[in-house]
């Protein structure tokens, strides 16, 4: 069955740096999200993404945070700058329509967690 | 804003016991009505869906919900949980009008934990 990968699996790093998420998504899926889980929180939409562009974002995603898809394959999540509270379990998902008639696939998730 | 409420946050049951897990969700207009499940350590998998029809919708691994419009609800159920059960279920609803992606709101979700 096709997976949506995503790496690291797990990111340890110092407040204030960057980082990158990356994901690859269902190869026939054209929409895309990142999600995000603080320990003992409910799962939470960060953005969604198509045709190249942002289609919705949450008030979570703010200006250090942003989303690419560089070269048709990958999909990308960069944190500018970390804060503490950023430490999170961070879950990207593909769709292959904008409804999601089967389902939304979901990766297996980065733990980031900022120091 | 689409919400979603799950009334359980943690559920303990013995094998062969059955189950229902509540969600209420919030909008005013059409949804899509889906129940995820994340096995401990693993990452979030599809139950089952409810887009339109037969409001009874079966899923994967013995588990149906059913679609009550008039009450706003989706509830989980079961009716002979296994130890290999134990796992977080998450209710989770997309809507949303434009051309970009639906976005899925998730519930604060229920732990479940099935005693052998």
């Known amino acids: 069955e096709p997976e949506v990968t995503q790496t690291p699996s797990h990111q340890v790093t110092q407040m204030g740096q960057e980082v990158i998420l990356r994901c690859v998504p269902i190869s026939n899926h054209l929409y895309f999200y990142w999600y995000r889980q603080i320990l003992g929180q409910k799962v939470e939409f960060l953005v969604s993404f198509y045709n190249n562009e942002i289609s919705e974002k949450s008030e979570i995603f703010d200006d250090q945070f942003s989303v690419e898809r560089p070269d048709g394959s990958n999909f990308t999540l960069k944190i500018r700058s970390t804060k503490l509270e950023d430490s999170a379990m961070y879950f990207c998902?593909?769709?292959?329509?904008?409804?999601?008639?089967?389902?939304?696939?979901f990766g297996s998730g980065t733990r980031l967690t900022v120091v | 804003a689409q919400s979603v409420s799950q009334h359980n946050h943690h559920v303990i049951l013995s094998e062969a016991a059955s189950l229902e897990l509540g969600c209420n969700y919030s909008y005013g207009g059409t949804v899509n009505l889906f129940w995820y499940v994340q096995y401990p350590g693993q990452h979030l998998q599809l139950l089952l869906k409810y887009f339109s029809g037969d409001p009874l919708v079966k899923g994967i691994k013995g588990f149906e919900a059913e679609f009550i419009k008039s009450k706003f609800s989706f509830n989980l159920r079961k009716p002979s949980v296994q130890w290999s059960d134990t796992a977080e279920y998450f209710c989770?609803?997309?809507?949303?009008?434009?051309?970009?992606?639906?976005?899925?709101?998730f519930g604060q979700g229920t732990r479940l934990t099935i005693n052998p």
């Open positions: 989770a609803v997309n809507a949303g009008a434009g051309q970009g992606a639906q976005k899925l709101v």
């Open positions: 998902a593909s769709s292959q329509d904008r409804a999601a008639l089967y389902g939304y696939t």
